[in-house]
């Protein structure tokens, strides 16, 4: 806390420009039952994401508006529109059902670079009937059996190239019947697969969508294993609601919008956020396929002409990394909101979207248990750096004591959600009795820690397993960390508790330097007396290691689990989400 309030200072007519106008009148009059019926149902049992998201727009003068602008990473660009995507998608439901035997229920899973036939693929399994489970590009062959083994999958959407990284693995999974390539080129594919090109031109664009009830699984996440082994997070087909509705009051997306977000379908923020809540709005994505790089990133929304940006904390400090001198090169004039998610966003890359962009960066939180934003900041409200914002109108989070009871505000304790809302997940694949161990005196134990203030903004404290406890305090490792790396030499941070005999628990920080910094022990003081005069001498850092980068997930999220096993020779765990070095 201890931040200064971003003040939006806005007008009437500010405010009406935005979807949610008045917080607390959206709020008090949100119910997911009237939200519901702003999308399209099969009637009042039965819904299909994948016709909310596409075919629903077919009706409207949405019809031939760009649905994607998608760039290659050489920068080739490939345009579709609604109708292209409806056409395409029906196209892909009848290779699947025609030639892989798909039906309703059937796990189909694609491990595929981030190209247009992953959305197409993404949203025709949806209407055969199919449960998705996007893998990330990146994954090794043991990730991609992990998953692909424990949900049964029967049929693999790749390409050559990911194929071959992969074909170790392939004997080991006796439930895939089927392959089908995404060649995007000329190459054969390998007896008994099915290639995508040929397959797609050969099939009807006619399919009668599989009219999915709203309980239906529709969607399987694995979660990005930043604490443990990966779970599959099960979603339904009437997630969408929830998708619909916070892509409308969260991100704000609106008729005219070029919407950028930059999560990779591999994760539940690239499916939400980077498919369904998009489309379903009926909202244009410009998508890129590459990676993260600091002056391809600012090109692209310059040349697209980006309004509005979802990205993740440890882009935004990639971007800090590279200074406040690239940014001039380009033009963000049409960037109008921008916001955050993954991890905690520390409070000084707030005020560095506000410097670069002129405009903060509005943090949200959610899980991919959660499967929508729970928590959020909106563009009508004054922004707390630091805060993960105030509620989602028909969300009920509350923070909890060890006993599941609720606490006041000011008090930290266990973040929990009152169940109910349409996109929160329905089981963790065949872990039935994992998934209601989340659940204890009515709520949803996040396992996160939090608090909330007397104006109903929630604080990120840390990960309940990463809280460390000090010589009889607890300290939340985010606070210390956005402390860390508001010092000038330091990029990157990483904090965790270090066993000790005496105090319980040590705090040791792990701290990346930026460019023209140099470890030596007098910069270790120099951070050490910065965090105690900013928070306190129980807060700083006993110990501090300098090292050339944080390990992290593929999402970008720092694995103190990792850090930890490390400083203790423990061993490491589950490491299949980690990024290469
Ligand atoms: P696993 O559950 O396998 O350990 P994970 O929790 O990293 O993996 P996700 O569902 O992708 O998997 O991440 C959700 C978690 O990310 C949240 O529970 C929280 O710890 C963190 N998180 C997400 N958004 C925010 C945010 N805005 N502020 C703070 N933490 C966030
Ligand atoms: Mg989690």
Redesign the pocket.
């Known amino acids: 806390m201890g931040h200064p309030t971003i003040n939006k200072n806005l007008t009437k007519q500010d405010t009406a420009k935005h979807n949610l106008n008045n917080y607390e009148e959206i709020r008090g009059d949100f119910s997911w039952d009237k939200i519901s019926r702003k999308i399209d149902w099969f009637d009042n049992e039965h819904i299909n994401i994948a016709h909310v998201a596409i075919d629903s727009h077919l009706k409207t003068e949405r019809k031939n508006k760009k649905a994607m602008i998608w760039e290659s990473k050489k920068g080739a660009v490939e345009e579709y529109t609604f109708a292209d995507m409806a056409r395409l998608t029906n196209k892909f439901a009848n290779v699947l059902v025609n030639e892989a035997g798909i039906v309703k229920g059937d796990r189909v899973f694609f491990f595929l670079e981030r190209v247009p036939e992953i959305y197409i693929s993404i949203l025709g399994t949806l209407k055969a009937g199919g449960v998705i489970g996007p893998l990330f590009s990146a994954f090794g062959p043991e990730a991609v059996k992990d998953r692909m083994f424990d949900s049964r999958a029967k049929v693999l959407v790749t390409s050559p190239s990911l194929k071959k990284k992969i074909a170790e693995i392939l004997p080991e999974l006796p439930c895939l019947e089927k392959i089908i390539i995404v060649n995007r080129g000329n190459d054969s594919v390998d007896a008994g697969d099915i290639s995508y090109e040929k397959a797609i031109e050969d099939a009807s664009e006619q399919f009668d969508i599989v009219k999915t009830h709203k309980e239906d699984y529709a969607i399987m996440h694995y979660?990005?294993?930043?604490?443990?082994?990966?779970?599959g997070?099960v979603h339904v087909h009437q997630a969408v609601i929830g998708h619909y509705a916070t892509a409308k009051y969260v991100l704000d997306l609106q008729e005219n919008d070029m919407y950028w977000c930059t999560a990779d379908p591999g994760?539940?923020?690239g499916t939400s956020y980077g498919i369904f809540g998009p489309w379903s709005n009926g909202i244009t994505q410009a998508i890129y396929e590459g990676g993260f790089s600091t002056k391809k990133w600012y090109s692209f929304i310059e040349r697209n002409k980006v309004t509005v940006w979802y990205t993740a904390?440890t882009a935004v400090r990639m971007l800090m990394k590279s200074g406040e001198e690239v940014p001039k090169e380009y033009c963000f004039d049409s960037l109008r909101y921008m916001c955050?998610?993954?991890?905690?966003?520390n409070p000084e890359a707030v005020f560095w979207g506000e410097k670069v962009f002129g405009m903060p960066f509005h943090?949200?939180?959610?899980?991919?248990?959660t499967g929508a934003i729970m928590?959020a900041n909106y563009p009508v409200q004054d922004v707390k750096p630091g805060s993960?914002g105030r509620p989602f109108p028909g969300i009920y989070p509350g923070i909890l004591d060890d006993q599941f009871n609720e606490l006041p505000a000011g008090v930290e304790g266990n973040l929990a959600v009152k169940p109910g809302w349409p996109s929160m997940f329905r089981t963790y694949w065949e872990k039935e009795e994992l998934y209601q161990s989340c659940f204890k005196n009515g709520w949803y134990i996040?396992?996160?820690k939090a608090q909330k203030d007397e104006d109903g903004y929630f604080w990120?404290v840390g990960?309940a397993d990463d809280v460390i406890n000090t010589a009889g305090h607890l300290v939340g490792p985010?606070e210390v960390e956005s402390v860390l790396i508001e010092h000038p030499a330091v990029a990157e941070a990483g904090v965790i508790g270090k066993p000790d005999p005496i105090v319980m628990e040590v705090i040791k920080a792990f701290v990346s330097l930026k460019v023209g910094h140099e470890p030596s022990e007098e910069l270790m003081h120099d951070i050490k007396k910065f965090v105690t005069k900013r928070l306190s001498s129980v807060a700083s850092p006993r110990e501090i290691e300098f090292i050339p980068s944080l390990p992290k997930?593929r999402?970008g999220?720092i694995m103190r689990r990792l850090l930890k096993a490390k400083e203790l020779g423990l061993p490491l765990g589950d490491t299949s989400t980690l990024e290469d070095d």
């Open positions: 979660t990005s294993g930043t604490t443990g082994k990966p779970k997070a994760w539940v923020t904390p955050s998610v993954g991890e905690p966003l943090d949200n939180w959610w899980q991919t248990e928590i993960m996040t396992g996160d990120f990960r985010f997930t999402s999220k």
